[in-house]
């Protein structure tokens, strides 16, 4: 079975200042991992995609995730936030590439 | 790149009627399309998968008589909510599989059942 857990709600930051968004993984086999953002009224855009190639992955929009599997985490980070960045972020893993299991979500605030 | 489209966006409707969502791939074709749903401040629960030509595949839990699928071509897949009660109200969203096996979002209906 797949589960996703991202551990925070909530996640506020100033402009300029890094995000880090934490997820972590239950999968009984090698799972392919996501990160897609919602923004309001908008469908949900894939930010980047892990499958066992490399484990530091760059997504759009200066995003990246870093698959770690001793610690069972595909984290989402970027360097220096944007306005633009505020938005309600999933990950998500799959084990067969199309059946797809969602977290909860995190909320992301921008502080100007 | 890859356009879904749902319609409505918005629909408001009376307790006991029903009401049919339309999912589209615009700009490319799609054997597969899912439906999911989302309830306010939650995640997203995978409903079923519809495959064009065959009959959808209901997850656990999922009524397959109250939330009846149709796939008939290769771009449209519509999800019929049947009877629907206030508690049907929610924000139900298709995705579509392109050929690299990733699935493309529609923007999302609304759907509130008064």
């Known amino acids: 079975a797949q589960s996703v857990t991202q551990l925070d709600s909530h996640v506020s930051v100033s402009e300029g200042t890094p995000v880090l968004l934490r997820c972590n993984y239950s999968s009984s086999y090698s799972p392919s991992l996501f990160w897609y953002v919602q923004h309001p009224n908008k469908g949900l855009q894939l930010l980047l995609k892990?499958?066992?190639?490399?484990?530091l992955v760059k997504g759009i929009n200066g995003f990246e995730a870093e698959f770690k599997k001793s610690e069972t985490s595909f984290h989402l980070t970027k360097p220096s936030a944007h306005m633009s960045d505020a938005a309600e972020y999933f990950c998500v893993v799959s084990e067969n590439d199309y059946k797809l299991s969602f977290g909860a979500g995190t909320t992301v605030t921008v502080r100007a | 790149g890859a356009v879904v489209s749902q319609h409505p966006s918005w629909v408001i409707c009376k307790s006991g009627t029903s009401v049919k969502i339309e999912c589209r791939s615009l700009d490319f074709q799609a054997t597969t399309m899912f439906w999911y749903r989302q309830f306010p401040k939650q995640s997203l629960m995978l409903m079923a998968t519809?495959?064009?030509?065959?009959?959808?595949?209901?997850e656990q839990g999922v009524e397959k008589d109250k939330f009846l699928i149709n796939h008939a071509s290769l771009t449209l897949s519509t999800l019929t909510v049947t009877s629907a009660h206030p508690e049907d109200s929610s924000f139900y969203i298709c995705?579509?599989?392109?050929?690299?096996?990733?699935?493309?979002f529609g923007p999302g209906t609304r759907l509130t059942v008064t």
């Open positions: 892990y499958t066992s190639a490399a484990t």
């Open positions: 995705s579509a599989m392109g050929a690299l096996l990733e699935q493309y």
């Open positions: 519809s495959n064009e030509g065959s009959k959808a595949t209901y």
